[in-house]
């Protein structure tokens, strides 16, 4: 017997019970199987389309979105809206430096606003910013100081030693 005109294989669905499916008509396991795949079909259909959809907007508000305009400076009446600011351009990854450019404020101003607000988690972040500032790398061996410095502690101690030796 030729196997061309033979019916194609049919896989059991999961939530066909076994005892059904070896005993149904090969119809009435084919109307099943259309079903099931309708379904399976619709929801993949409706899966697409709402990540198409969430594309989109993702894209529209890239396309809209401008973090390096410059915004008036608030004033202390509006901590509510710089912290929804700082919250919403952390969603997208913004950087520190964009965040306050956008704000128009110092790290320092922020810092103190968002401690006085309650949000810890703002204030470390933007005292690492202002405390960064605050230091330079000595010279001789690259322990953080004071931009007032000129070397660390030892390193100004051997400098000394070094003026006393040779003005000897």
Known sequence: ??????????????????????????????????????????E???????RATVEAAKAEHIATYRPHEATPAPTKSEPERIIDTIDEMLTWAASVEDILRELG????ALEKRMRLAGRRDL?????????????????????????????????SFRAKERKAEVAA
């Open 123 to 155: 204030s470390r972040m933007f005292a690492a910013v202002r405390n960064a500032s605050r230091y330079k790398p000595c010279p001789d061996c690259g322990k953080k100081i004071t931009h007032s410095s000129a070397h660390c502690r030892p390193c």
């Open 105 to 108: 404020m110092t790290a320092g």
């Open 1 to 42: 017997m030729s196997t061309d005109l033979a019916a194609p294989p049919q896989i059991r669905p999961p939530h066909i019970p076994r005892d059904w499916w070896y005993r149904a008509s090969w119809h009435a396991r084919q109307q099943v199987l259309d079903a099931h795949n309708r379904t399976i079909r619709a």
């Open 44 to 50: 993949q259909e409706r899966i697409a389309a709402l």
